[in-house]
């Protein structure tokens, strides 16, 4: 969880539910706050976002030992991605995030790792899908586009999570 730290900003936190058991996990932006955020829990692990000092905004994950707690991936490499909207399918985590290249807010998938944290870019090109409104039902993920040029929001569903085909409905 989220919660102030004694030297100040906010950070992440953790617990066995005893007040004794109850600590600072990292603090991911010394002199700062990271203001982790958007907390999606995947099998053992838990991704976030929150801040890094000169990065911004990126995605985040721990098993809750500090040691384990780190970015998945730099998305944005022109400032913060600002991951949001984390749900779970197959294991994996679905987001929209902004890679600063692909249109502005995009749907990914991470599986923990940088090299397992892919685009799905419904409309290649600079145009931005900005999906919203993302729902899993069973193995599905549905979610919401709206359409730049068109004004017209659209229903896609991503069947069997992420690794199946994505389909305007």
């Known amino acids: 969880f989220s919660a102030n730290s004694p030297n100040g900003g906010r950070e992440l936190w953790s617990s066995n539910g005893?007040?004794?058991?109850?600590?600072?996990?990292?603090?991911?932006?010394?002199?700062?706050?990271s203001s982790p955020h958007s907390f999606l829990a995947v099998g053992n692990r838990?991704?976030?976002a929150a801040t890094h000092a000169t990065l911004g905004t990126e995605l985040y994950k721990t098993d809750g030992?500090?040691?384990t707690t780190?970015?998945?991936?730099n998305l944005n490499r022109n400032g913060g991605s600002e991951p949001e909207l984390l749900t779970k399918t197959n294991g994996q985590a679905v987001f929209v995030a902004s890679n600063g290249k692909d249109g502005n807010r995009e749907l990914f998938t991470s599986k923990g790792i940088?090299?397992?944290t892919k685009l799905i870019d419904?409309?290649?090109?600079t145009e931005d899908s900005s999906p919203f409104g993302m729902t899993q039902i069973g193995n599905d993920v549905?979610?919401?586009v709206r359409r730049?040029?068109?004004g017209a929001e659209k229903l896609y569903r991503a069947s069997g999570g992420m690794g199946g085909p994505v389909t305007e409905i």
């Not at 419904?122 to 090109?125: A, C, D, H, I, R």
């Open 18 to 33: 005893l007040s004794a058991g109850t600590q600072l996990l990292i603090d991911l932006n010394t002199g700062g706050s």
């Open 142 to 144: 549905y979610f919401f």
């Open 70 to 73: 780190q970015m998945v991936i």
């Open 46 to 48: 838990l991704y976030f």
């Open 65 to 67: 030992t500090s040691t």
């Open 114 to 116: 940088a090299s397992e």
């Open 148 to 150: 730049t040029n068109q």
């Open 122 to 125: 419904l409309y290649p090109g």
